[in-house]
């Protein structure tokens, strides 16, 4: 649904359900904005958002489907942009990229 969504309003989005291939097209892509699911077992996430932030340093993140406090508590807030709680909306979504990139 992000994905569409994103691609319907012009945004080229790459998306990967593996933590390596995350990472490897990280490393080779050009990104403006990473989007995480909260919904990764916690210690993928984690690994995921401190690896990204290495290998993207500057690069801003939306976590979607987590909130503040969940990311406070595994100590990645550092790391995280904005936060994006279910049940969440296309205009969540919308607003948080708009906020995050400008």
């Known amino acids: ?4 969504y994103l691609h319907q309003i012009g945004f080229q989005v790459h998306c990967e359900y593996n933590l390596d ?6 490393i080779k892509a050009r990104v403006d904005l990473l989007i995480v699911d909260g919904e990764m ?25 987590i909130s ?5 508590s595994k ?3 550092a790391f995280v942009s904005a936060f994006i709680e279910k ?15 400008n």
């Open 41 to 65: 077992p916690e210690k993928v996430l984690g690994n995921f958002v401190e690896a990204a932030a290495k290998v993207k340093p500057g690069v801003p993140m939306i976590a979607v489907g």
């Open 75 to 77: 100590a990645l807030s």
């Open 1 to 4: 649904m992000i994905k569409q």
């Open 87 to 101: 049940p969440f909306s296309i205009s969540d979504i919308s607003n948080s990229i708009k906020e995050t990139l």
């Open 21 to 26: 291939a995350a990472l490897e097209r990280l």
């Open 68 to 72: 503040e406090r969940e990311m406070q």
